[in-house]
T-cell receptor, first 118, second 114 residues
Framework: AQTVTQSQPEMSVQEAETVTLSCTYDTSESDYYLFWYKQPPSRQMILVIRQEAYKQQNATENRFSVNFQKAAKSFSLKISDSQLGDAAMYFCAYRSYAGGTSYGKLTFGQGTILTVHP | EAQVTQNPRYLITVTGKKLTVTCSQNMNHEYMSWYRQDPGLGLRQIYYSMNVEVTDKGDVPEGYKVSRKEKRNFPLILESPSPNQTSLYFC?????????????FGSGTRLTVV
């Protein structure tokens, strides 16, 4: 079974600065997808960015980018030019490529609370 | 608007009183799933469904039931709720079991069992 670990329960950053959230995972599969979800106080789960494991190039979405290290099973999220609206809980998640034995399950890490200081 | 609609948003109930949390999606998604979110544990899968009349247990199914009689609906049933089921619940759907699309989530149900 796959596991996802976020070792930073809380992080903080100054507005306009850069912050990196860490995520590691464990799997025996070679093809899979990784995601970062944002959960603001409204509780809505918002997809921030996704990465296909077969792609070496790191995904980027505006101010959000990832550092995907497949051999190390590491998937960190970098937020550049942090804004007050980035304050939220962030979850790292794993999903198998084609269902596999996990039947489409999204496996989540424990979450990291990000605080943005003005 | 493509969405997953989950109701109610908040619910306080007493131990042992049966309740149902409804979930409906308008995207014709095959795959639907229920999760519970607890502090320090992230989100954990309760049950999932790969299509109509096809459901199976996730990681934490004890005390829960589901049904999938129609493709759009996937209710979560707690027949005898207990305080340890106090949690934040999410319904989610996906176009398939394959990974690229991730999930579309409902807005969550905060359940308190006293």
């Amino acid at each position: 079974a796959q596991t996802v670990t976020q070792s930073q329960p809380e992080m903080s950053v100054q507005e306009a600065e850069t912050v990196t959230l860490s995520c590691t995972y464990d799997t025996s599969e070679s093809d899979y997808y990784l995601f970062w979800y944002k959960q603001p106080p409204s509780r809505q789960m918002i997809l921030v960015i996704r990465q296909e494991a077969y792609k070496q190039q790191n995904a980027t979405e505006n101010r959000f980018s990832v550092n995907f290290q497949k051999a190390a099973k590491s998937f960190s999220l970098k937020i550049s030019d942090s804004q007050l609206g980035d304050a939220a809980m962030y979850f790292c998640a794993y999903r198998s490529y084609a269902g596999g034995t996990s039947y489409g399950k999204l496996t989540f890490g424990q979450g990291t609370i990000l605080t943005v200081h003005p | 608007e493509a969405q997953v609609t989950q109701n109610p948003r908040y619910l306080i109930t007493v131990t042992g009183k049966k309740l149902t949390v409804t979930c409906s999606q308008n995207m014709n998604h095959e795959y639907m799933s229920w999760y519970r979110q607890d502090p320090g544990l992230g989100l954990r899968q309760i049950y999932y469904s790969m299509n109509v009349e096809v459901t199976d247990k996730g990681d934490v199914p004890e005390g829960y039931k589901v049904s999938r009689k129609e493709k759009r609906n996937f209710p979560l049933i707690l027949e005898s709720p207990s305080p340890n089921q106090t949690s934040l619940y999410f319904c989610a759907s996906s176009i398939s079991t394959g990974g690229y699309y991730g999930y579309t989530f409902g807005s969550g149900t905060r359940l308190t069992v006293v």
